[in-house]
């Protein structure tokens, strides 16, 4: 039974670019999270889907930051343009909803993505 | 608002040493949920455990047990007999319901554990 899978695990770049993380949810899940962890602030949620629908992205730090969930199997962060304060680990999480017998709040997560930005 | 606290920033222990990492929430839900995590060198968040705010029994699981008590809101996590591989930060949780329904994470800062050969 595979986990959420998260790519790339590893992303170095440059002030400026764009960078797009993708994560692909456990199947049957309802419910997609992203995450950001850095030092200075710890685990911080920055959107939650449920149903492909963003439900809250009130976390997300500013307008450079856009997630897409164009299918249940499928998720995207885009970073435009990237900064070097935008350096983390991101990560991806689903959960199950209560309604197909699961635990809406047990978040299972993703490898992450380390991002660097230079 | 909810919050995590966990006051251990690091801990060192030498193996088989018996290690409690502690941890104290506020919340003003009644019903709320209470999670341990591990974050290994490794860097993915490993799920240990799921509390029901209900439920105040203590739980063990091979080497690890939680105590949770609601009086002191405190869910502290004993290692007995520490491994080298239990080496990780260990993340405290506690679920704040939002009023769409879901149940969002709440993560304390973190106690990264040291266990030395």
């Known amino acids: 039974d595979a986990g959420v899978i998260q790519s790339p695990r590893h992303e170095v770049t440059e002030m400026g670019q764009e960078v797009t993380l993708r994560c692909k949810p456990i199947?049957?899940?309802?419910?997609l999270f992203w995450y950001r962890q850095t030092m200075m602030r710890g685990l911080e949620l920055l959107i939650y889907?449920?149903?492909?629908?963003?439900?809250?992205d009130s976390g997300m730090p500013e307008d450079r930051f856009s997630a897409k969930m164009p299918n249940a199997s499928f998720s995207t962060l885009k970073i435009q343009p990237s900064e070097p304060r935008d350096s983390a680990v991101y990560f991806c999480a689903s959960s199950p909803s209560s309604s197909s017998g699961g635990k809406s709040d047990e978040q299972f997560f993703g490898p992450g993505t380390r991002l660097t930005v230079l | 608002a909810q919050k995590v606290t966990q006051a251990q920033t690091e801990i060192s222990v030498v193996e088989k040493e018996d290690v409690t990492l502690d941890c104290v929430y506020e919340?003003?839900?009644?019903?709320?949920?209470l999670f341990w995590y591990k974050q290994p060198p490794s860097g993915e968040l490993v799920f240990l455990i799921r509390?029901?705010?209900?439920?105040?029994q203590n739980e063990i699981s091979g080497r690890y047990s939680w105590n949770f008590q609601k009086s002191t809101s405190s869910f502290n996590f004993t290692i007995t007999a520490s491994q080298v591989v239990d080496s990780a930060v260990y993340f405290c949780?506690?679920?704040?319901?939002?009023?769409?329904?879901?149940?969002?994470?709440?993560f304390g800062t973190g106690t990264r554990l040291l266990v030395s050969p």
């Open positions: 919340t003003r839900d009644t019903t709320y949920y």
């Open positions: 199947s049957g899940h309802d419910y």
């Open positions: 949780a506690l679920s704040e319901a939002l009023n769409t329904g879901f149940q969002k994470l709440v």
């Open positions: 509390r029901n705010s209900f439920d105040e």
């Open positions: 889907f449920n149903n492909n629908v963003p439900i809250d």
